[in-house]
């Protein structure tokens, strides 16, 4: 059987690509945003935003376990300004991993650094370290690790490859976590947030708490790093060459109730996750690759399907049709290497080849998952899920 893209694009979704909220509000934002505007509608206070954002702040360190956290309008500034504290020289490279969003990897160009691509691990989207061991030079200057769609990559191989390939001048490697996706996950350092210089989470509207649709946070152990960025993120305090990154007081407000419910959203995510797995294990189908059971070390911000390898992209695709056309259910397709989502990331890493890269992209489905699902809706999801795979499974052998 086949289901043409003109059909499927017909199709009306009863559960999204990807929902546009990644947790859920209740009154409790409501009513911290009302308060924060009516505080601010007296002109002598107005919306300066320095006690929210310092409470919020405060709030996330002690949720990441470090001692400084410092709030952004936006998770690509923060990015952008951790990359910028390293002080790049011509030729210093940062090895990333080719699965990602492009944004990081636009922030190590705009840093001017040399940008070089690692391989996913085996049956997984994260940075694969026996690859990154094959990259590092005397030139390297830091590893940008992605926790990919919310599960937590080995980052203690990566801290030891760090520590064992210093730079001639700048000493270790500096560990530089994208966060983004997996807000409130725990690690076998504890919090993520605590392992490598800086980590960077996103606030954005699909991820797992949001302030307001925007912002960002980076949390590290350096004292002179978090002086740094608050110089940096409000015009430079007279000393460097900064601009406006700060948050604002509404985004704030919220960030610390989303900050409250944070475990409490995680913990229903991972729940459907594990059992839509669960409900998936009998397939039989070979090749196909479950998303890993493993507590809060997956917050599942994407629930992460690898088809089999034999099928390419078009038998993925195919699958999605199926989901979209027989079930209403939206899928995505996830992220391919960089340079194929950014002429700019193309240019500067021309050359560079990223065979597994491209076949973990080409076997990678994601449908939609959302805290607030019920578990019915999570039954039935699976079961389109089987429909669907079985059905392409018969036409593929």
């Known amino acids: 059987m086949t289901v043409s893209d003109t059909s499927a694009s017909r199709t009306v979704l009863r559960w999204p690509e990807q929902p546009a909220l990644g947790g859920w509000y209740t009154q409790e934002e409501i009513d911290a945003v009302m308060q924060a505007l009516a505080d601010s509608a007296d002109w002598r206070t107005g919306f300066r935003a320095k006690a929210q954002e310092i409470a919020f702040e405060d709030a996330f360190a002690v949720h990441a376990g470090v001692p400084f956290a410092v709030a952004y309008n936006g998770a690509g500034t923060a990015m952008d300004q951790v990359l910028a ?28 650094g040399r940008l070089l691509l690692a391989e996913p691990s085996p049956g997984g989207f994260n940075l694969d370290p026996d690859h990154v061991a094959r990259l590092l030079t005397c030139r390297t200057r830091a590893l940008l690790v992605t926790h990919m769609n919310g599960q937590v990559a080995n980052m203690r191989a990566l801290l030891d490859l760090a520590e064992r390939h210093p730079h001639p001048e700048h000493g270790p490697v500096r560990i530089i976590v994208d966060a983004a996706r997996a807000v409130g996950a725990d690690s076998e350092f504890g919090p993520v947030g605590r392992a490598g210089w800086a980590s960077v989470f996103s606030f954005q509207s699909k991820k797992g708490m949001t302030t307001l649709g925007e912002g960002g946070m980076v949390t590290t152990f350096d004292e002179d790093l978090a002086v740094r960025l608050r110089r940096l993120r409000s015009f430079g305090k007279g000393r460097l060459l900064g601009s406006n990154y700060k948050m604002s007081k509404l985004p704030a407000a919220v960030g610390l109730v989303q900050l409250r419910r944070l475990r409490e959203m995680n913990d229903r995510r991972i729940h459907l996750a594990e059992q839509r797995s669960e ?13 890993p059971s493993i507590g809060r070390a997956h917050t599942h911000y994407l629930y992460n399907l690898l088809l089999p390898e034999d099928w390419g992209a078009a038998g993925r695709d195919q699958v999605r049709r199926l989901l979209a056309a027989r079930h209403g259910i939206g899928s995505l397709s996830g992220e391919r290497p960089t340079p194929l989502g950014h002429e700019l990331i193309a240019r500067a890493t021309a050359g ?3 065979p597994a890269a491209g076949r973990t992209a080409d076997r990678a489905l994601h449908p939609c998952l959302h805290p607030l699902m019920s578990e019915a ?21």
């Open 352 to 354: 560079q080849r990223l």
């Open 377 to 397: 809706e999570n039954r039935e999801i699976a079961e389109a899920i089987g429909d669907a795979i079985r059905t392409v499974a018969a036409t593929c052998t």
């Open 279 to 291: 409900l998936l294990r009998g397939l039989g189908v070979p090749g196909l690759v479950l998303p």
């Open 85 to 112: 504290c390293l002080d790049l020289k011509p030729g210093d490279e940062v090895i990333s991993g080719a699965l990602n969003f492009v944004g990081p990897h636009l922030s190590v160009l705009r840093a001017g």
